[in-house]
């Protein structure tokens, strides 16, 4: 008997064993992360520093280091990537290395130097982790969603640097990586208010999911249409729809002068998509924005090195807008 064309193209839509299993692990594989280490302190560079625990704007309690500059009236409020800590991510070393490996990324990245140029230059530093890394506590099931539980943990390092005596009357400036510069945007579309005495925000390589995960499936050489697929079952174990991660229209809320930089060539995801948050931004005449590409290279990892091996334009920004 001949089967009937809608149902042959409806078993054609269905995901083979080798994709239904590929699909499972990208799922949960975005959907929650690998906690990573907090490796090395400030004291390796010379810096005096607190160890600190501060509730989250939902009381989850994050743990951080506060490095105190003597004298000084700024405060630079750090956080990082998805899967590192505060201090960085061992990725020459497994599990992390087997994870990244196929784009490269497979070597250390070690972000306490950046805490120490940030000193150097004259400023505190609050460097922290955000839920579900490094230190800080469990929180939403242990779920990563692109930026927005995340967004309550960049309220709660406003309010703890608020909640210090010494910072009371102190400009503020952000320095959010990745994820952290996600939920950063999420934040200020949520509660603009927090964010009314931030002087600036550097913003380093913010990211779309979609565009993650499409990449993702080109490098498994999958048909993108597969992302209606993949969208479905990170919506099943998030709650969140894809689009909903993504933190462009969250960046037309943003009030604070930002710079953003990425690596071009990164194949993690695609130029045109932070080019697409960047665009969000307003463009006013009163409120500057800047981007800047790292070029010569094809590793994600190398722009979160970028500060610490050029780090002129990034202190720039920051003196010049606090």
Not at 61 to 82: C, K, M, Q, Y
Not at 127 to 135: S, V
């Amino acid at each position: 008997m001949t089967e009937r064309p809608e149902t042959a193209h409806a078993v054609a839509d269905r995901p083979d064993e080798r994709l239904d299993a590929l699909f499972t692990r990208m799922a949960a594989g975005f959907s929650t992360s690998q906690r990573s280490p907090v490796l090395g302190s400030p004291a390796e560079h010379g810096l005096r520093f607190e160890d600190v625990t501060f509730p989250s704007e939902d009381g989850t309690p994050l743990e951080g280091w506060f490095v105190p500059a003597e004298g000084s009236d700024t405060v630079v409020i750090v956080n990082h990537p998805r899967w590192f800590s505060r201090s960085g991510l061992p990725s020459h070393r497994e599990p992390w290395r087997s994870m990244f490996a196929d784009t490269g990324n497979d070597i250390e990245v070690d972000l306490v130097p950046d805490i120490a140029l940030l000193h150097a230059a004259g400023h505190h530093v609050l460097a922290y982790d955000l839920r579900n890394f490094g230190r800080s506590g469990a929180a939403d099931g242990g779920l990563t969603t692109g930026g927005i539980f995340e967004s309550s943990d960049v309220i709660g390092s406003l309010r703890y640097v608020r909640s210090r005596p010494e910072l009371r009357d102190a400009r503020i400036a952000l320095f959010s990586r990745c994820l952290g510069a996600n939920a950063t945007l999420f934040a200020m579309e949520r509660a603009p208010r927090e964010f009314e005495d931030v002087r600036c925000l550097v913003a380093c390589q913010p990211l779309s999911a979609r565009a993650v995960l499409e990449r993702g499936l080109e490098r498994q050489g999958v048909p993108v249409e597969w992302i209606d697929e993949l969208d479905r079952r990170i919506r099943l174990r998030t709650g969140f729809a894809i689009d909903a991660m993504s933190p462009a229209n969250a960046a037309r809320s943003v009030r604070t002068p930002t710079l953003v930089y990425q690596v071009h060539d990164d194949p993690r995801t695609r130029p045109d998509d932070v080019q697409a948050i960047f665009d969000a931004l307003p463009d006013r005449e009163d409120l500057p924005k800047e981007l800047f590409w790292i070029y010569g290279t094809t590793r994600r990892w190398d722009g979160y090195l970028h500060f610490q091996r050029d780090p002129d334009r990034i202190l720039d920004w920051i003196a010049r807008h606090t």
